[in-house]
C-alpha cells in the first residue's frame, strides 16, 4: 500500500462512518488537535464527526532530513468522534483492517496514555495503541478544552501516518516510504525538511519572530473584543508556531519560556470562550444534522 | 438456599496498574455492603482483565435476614405531658421510625427512663436488594484518574460498555445511565466473535474461557511465568523475571502467548541497563540471561492472543525493539563526542523550577551544601575534592541524548560516560548513588561521598520548594518531596550519623534567601521544613515496627536529629514493657501536671523545710548532672537507669507534701523543684503521651 493509497483508504473508511472529510487547515500547526475542526468542534453541545490529513510542524524535531525517524513535519490523520460512539473501539479496528491490518494475525493492545497539551488548555484519558508492540495510533477521550470541562466528550483518534507506512510497507527509513509508485517520501519532501531544519535551528530572525509573537498576539485580542472569533484563533495558531521555532532556536530563556505558553493558553481560552459563545447566540445549528447520527427537525 | 453472584462490568481497556487497588476495592466496597444489609454469603472473590472489572459471591443467601433493633427515643419526662399525653418529641420520634403510639415501651437506661420502640423489618429477597446495591458498587469505584463519557452521571478509568449481573441463573435487571444489564458478555476482542451468553452464575469462567479469555489473574500470571521460563529454558537461559513487569502484562492480557524474539548481539555491547530499558520500560519485555548471568540478545513478550501468526508478532516486535537499540546505540556513540564538562554548561539552559533556576544553578547548591556536610562529616581532602567533582558532574547526563530518550538512566549513564572519560571511581559511584534511593524499599548509597550528595541534592528540592510555597498538599506532590524526606531519613539512619536537621536546613536555604526569592520568612519556612520531617520521621519510624506512642513521646519532646532521635526511640522501646517502667510513668505524669503550673524552675533551698521535698531535692541533685552527661554521651539505658532512681523520692513527695499552698514563695519553690525534674525528663522524651497497655 502505498502512502497515499493509504489516506484515500482512511478517507473512505471514514467517510462510511458518516464523517466529513476535511482538507488540512492552512494556517502551520503543530497536530492535528489544533486545527479549529477538533479544537473548537470538541467545546459545546453540538455534535461533530470530521476526518483530515493534517501536516503537522515541530521545529524542534527538525533534523536537516539525517534521521530516519524524525521530521520537521509529518502527518497526522486526525478523526473527531463527538459524542463518542459506544463502539467507537470497533470502528478504529475496522479502520485498521481497511489498511490491510488484520487484527487476529496481530497483536493490538490499547495501553495507558493521557493526553495533554498545556499551550491549549486541553486533556484527555485515554491509551496508544500498539501493533505488535509499536504505537501506531493516539486514543483520546477529550475531557476538557480550552481551559473549559467538555459538554459532550468526543473521542479524537491519531493516526502517525508515516509509521504506519513505514510498517506496511516494512522499511526503516521515513524518506524510503514509497508516496506513489516509483515517487518516494524524500523526493517530495526532504529538500524542504532539509531547508526548513536550517531555517529553524540557524537562520530564523529572532528579532522579527518576537516582534512578530507580540504582534499576532495584540491582533487575536483585538479580535476577540470584537467578538471575530475564527479569525482570532488563527492568530493564537501563528503565536503557537511563532513560540514553537523560537523555542527551536533556543531563541527562549529557560524563566521566558512558562510565561510564553501561559500567553497562548490565555488566548486559547479566550477564543474557546468566544467561540461558545457564540455557538449559544447561533442557537447551535448542528444540534439536530442527521449526517451526525442526530434527528432532523424538518 | 443460597446461590453464587456474578457482576461482571465490561469496560474499554482499563489502565493495567489501576487493577490490583480496584479489585481489592470492590472486594472491600462489596463485603461492607453486604455486611449493612444483612446479607449473608459464604466467599467473595474479585478478578480483572483488560476489558472487566468482576465481582464473585459464593453461596449469596436469597433473601436477606430480618432486623431487629432497639431504637432509644426521648426520656420519659420529656415523651409525655403532665396529662400522658404524647409531646412533639415523642410524635417525632414516631414519625421517623413510622410507629404508632401503642409501638412504644419504657425502658430504664443508667436511672433514667426511655420510651423505646422495637424495629423489626422483614428481610427481602436478596434479588431485590442487589438492584440498588450494585449500581452503587459501581459509581463507588474511585480510580487515580477517571473520565466522564456519553452524558453518564458517574465518572469511570474508561467507558463501562455491559454490565452482567446474574444472580443464580436469574439476570439482576437494572439500568444505569443507560448501561442495559444483559446475560450476554464479550469474549476476546478479535479471537472471539459476537456476544457470549452466561445462563448461570457459575457457568461464567468456563464460557469466558471458551471464547479466549481467562478471567483469573492469578491463573494468567502464573501461564505467563511458566511460558516465559519454558521459553528461555530452550534457548538455554533463563528469564529475568520482574514481578511488577508481571503484574501490568497480567492486566494487559486477556489470553496470554509469550513468544521469544532475539536481536543482534552486537548491541550487548552497549552497558546492559540501556539495553535492558527500552525492553522492560517501553516495549514490557522480560529480557533473558544466561546461566552466568550474562544478558543474551534475546528479549520475551507476552501477546494477547493465542499462538496463530506468532512469527508475525514477532518480527514487529523485534523491529521496534531493533530501532530502539539502534537509537541508544546512537546516542551512546553521540553523547561521547563530548565530555560531561561540557554537558554540565548546557545545565544552564536547563530549567529546574522556573524561580529556583536552572539545573546548572542546582548543581551549585548541591555543591555548597555537600561542602558543609564534608565538614560536618570529617571527610578527607582527598575525599572532598571528589565530591564536589561529583556535585559538578551530577546532573550532567540529564542533557545527553541517552538520558533525553530513556529518562530511568540518569545516573547510570552518568555514572557510564564518568567511567569512560576517566574520572576517579569514588567521583562517578557518587554520580549514581545520588539519586538513591529512588523508591520505596530502594537501597541507600554504599559511599560516604555518593550518600552526602544524595543528601544534598534532596534538601535542596525541599527547601527550594518550600522557599516558594510548593510544599505538598494532600495527593499533590509534584517534585516527590515526601518520598525525596524519607530517602534523606534513611540516608542519615543506615549511616548512623548525627546531625542537627536545622543547621542542615539552614545551610541549604541559604541560597534562596540570599537569591530573595523566599515567600515567607525564613524562621517559619525553617520550621515547616522541619516539620515536614518530623511527619516522615513518625512514618518511617511506624514503618519499622515503632510504636506510636513511643514515637510521639520522643518526638514531641524535640526533634532536630534524626538519627538521636531514633536511638532514644529505640532505647525506649525497649523498656517500654518492663514493670519498674510502667511503674514510674504514674510519678512522672504527676510531675509533669503540676510541672505545667510552674513560673520557672527556679529553686530556692533555703525555703524546703519539709523532709520529702529536701529528700527528693537532693535525690534529683544527684542525679541531675550525671543524667545530663548520659544524654550527651547519648548514653539512654543509663540515663533512663537514673531517671528511675527518682520514682520513689517523688511518691514520697505526692505522698506528704501539698504543693498548691496558700504562701505563694513556697508553692512556686515546690513547683520549681517539679519543673527541673520535667527538664530533665524531657531531654529524652514526654513520657506523658506513652499509652499503659497492661492493665495493673
Known sequence: MTFQEIILAL???????????????????????????????????????????????????????????????????????????????????????????????????????????????????????????????????????????????????????????????????????????????GDVFRTAEFEHSKYSFEEADTGLLFTLFDQYEREAKRLLDKGIILPAYDYVLKCSHTFNILDARKAISVTERTGFIGRVRNLARLVAQGYLKQREEMGYPLLNKVVFGGEENE | ??????????????????????????????????????????????????????????????????????????????????????????LGFLKGQKAELGDVFIKELSGVEYVYYKKQERGKPVKEVLKTLLPDILTSISFPKSMKWGNKSFRFARPVRWLVPILGDELIEFDKDGIQCSRYTKGHRVLSQGNIEIKNASEYFDKLRAGFVIADQEERRSLIR???????????????????????????????????????????????????????????????????????NHFITVRNGDSRFLETVKEGNEKVLKARLADADFFYREDRKESLDNYVEKLKNAVFQETLGTIYDKT???????????????????????????????????????????????????????????????????????????????????????????????????????????????????????????????????????????????????????????????????????????????????????EYDIIDAVINAGFDDIYDSYLKIRELSKWKNRDEFLNILGSFNRVSNLASKAKSPEINESLFTEKAELELLHAFGKVNAEFEDCVNNREYEKALKLMITLKKPIDDFFDSIMVMVEDEGIRNNRLGLLKSIENMMIKIADLSVVVVNKIS
Not at chain 1, 13 to 33: L, S
Not at chain 1, 50 to 72: F, K, Q
Not at chain 2, 475 to 502: C, K
Not at chain 2, 506 to 516: D, H, M, R, V
Request: hydrophobic share 40%; net charge negative; charged share 25%.
Open chain 1, 11 to 185: 478517507q473512505k473508511y471514514w467517510a462510511d462512518q458518516h464523517c466529513i472529510i476535511a482538507q488540512p487547515y492552512d494556517v502551520e500547526k503543530g497536530a492535528g488537535t489544533m486545527s479549529p475542526y477538533t479544537f473548537l468542534k470538541a467545546l459545546g453541545p453540538e455534535p461533530w464527526r470530521i476526518a483530515y490529513v493534517e501536516p503537522s510542524r515541530r521545529p524542534a524535531d527538525a533534523r536537516y532530513g539525517e534521521n530516519p525517524n524524525r521530521l520537521y513535519q509529518h502527518h497526522q490523520f486526525q478523526v473527531i468522534l463527538k459524542p463518542s460512539p459506544d463502539n467507537v473501539q470497533d470502528l478504529y479496528l475496522g479502520s485498521l483492517k481497511a489498511l490491510g491490518i488484520d487484527p487476529v494475525r496481530h497483536d493490538i493492545r490499547f495501553v495507558e496514555d493521557n493526553w495533554e497539551a498545556p499551550t491549549l488548555g486541553a486533556w484527555g484519558l485515554g491509551w496508544e495503541v500498539w501493533l505488535d508492540g509499536m504505537e501506531i495510533t493516539q486514543y483520546t477521550y477529550f475531557q476538557q478544552v480550552g481551559s473549559i470541562d467538555c459538554q459532550l466528550e468526543s473521542a479524537e483518534l491519531t493516526y502517525g501516518l508515516e509509521r504506519i507506512a513505514m510498517y506496511i510497507q516494512e522499511i526503516n527509513n521515513v524518506f524510503d516510504i514509497e508516496w506513489v509508485s516509483g515517487i518516494k517520501y
Open chain 2, 1 to 90: 438456599m443460597s446461590k453464587d453472584l456474578l457482576f461482571e462490568i465490561g469496560a474499554e481497556e482499563i489502565p493495567a496498574n489501576y487493577m490490583p487497588a480496584t479489585l481489592k476495592q470492590v472486594r472491600d466496597i462489596s463485603e461492607a455492603m453486604l455486611k449493612n444489609n444483612r446479607i449473608a454469603y459464604e466467599d467473595i472473590k474479585t478478578y480483572g482483565t483488560p476489558r472487566r472489572i468482576v465481582l464473585f459471591i459464593k453461596g449469596i443467601a436469597e433473601q436477606q435476614a430480618d432486623l431487629e433493633e432497639l431504637v432509644k427515643g426521648p426520656s420519659v419526662k420529656a415523651a409525655y405531658d403532665e396529662n400522658g399525653n404524647p409531646s412533639k418529641a415523642l
Open chain 2, 226 to 296: 511458566r511460558q516465559c521460563e519454558e521459553l528461555a529454558r530452550e534457548i538455554g537461559g533463563e528469564v529475568l523475571m520482574d514481578e511488577d513487569l508481571l503484574e501490568e502484562i497480567v492486566y494487559l492480557v486477556e489470553y496470554p502467548t509469550a513468544l521469544i524474539g532475539g536481536f543482534e548481539a552486537e548491541y550487548l555491547r552497549l552497558p546492559k541497563e540501556v539495553v535492558i530499558t527500552p525492553m522492560k520500560e517501553h516495549q514490557r519485555y522480560f529480557p533473558v540471561v544466561d546461566k552466568s548471568g550474562k544478558l543474551m
Open chain 2, 364 to 546: 551549585q547548591r548541591i555543591a555548597a551544601t555537600a561542602e558543609y556536610l564534608a565538614v560536618v562529616s570529617g571527610l578527607s581532602e582527598d575525599g572532598k575534592k571528589n565530591l564536589l567533582r561529583a556535585a559538578y558532574l551530577c546532573k550532567a547526563d540529564l542533557v545527553t541524548n541517552m538520558v533525553k530518550e530513556f529518562d530511568e538512566l540518569q545516573g547510570i549513564m552518568g555514572k557510564e560516560y564518568a567511567l569512560l572519560q576517566g574520572e576517579d571511581k569514588e567521583v562517578a559511584e557518587a554520580i549514581f548513588e545520588h539519586y538513591l534511593p529512588r523508591f520505596a524499599g530502594d537501597c541507600t548509597p554504599e559511599t560516604l561521598i555518593g550518600s552526602i550528595l544524595s543528601i544534598s541534592d534532596k534538601m535542596d528540592t525541599i527547601c527550594g520548594c518550600f522557599a516558594i510555597g510548593i510544599q505538598p498538599t494532600g495527593s499533590q506532590d509534584p517534585y516527590a518531596l515526601r518520598r525525596q524526606a524519607i530517602g534523606v531519613t534513611a540516608i542519615i539512619l543506615d549511616n548512623s550519623v548525627f546531625l542537627g536537621l536545622s543547621d542542615l536546613i539552614e545551610t541549604s536555604l541559604k541560597p534562596f534567601a540570599l537569591k530573595g526569592i523566599l515567600k515567607g520568612d525564613e524562621r517559619s519556612i525553617k520550621r515547616d521544613i522541619i516539620e515536614f520531617f518530623r511527619q516522615r520521621f513518625k512514618n518511617v519510624m511506624i514503618d519499622r515496627g515503632f
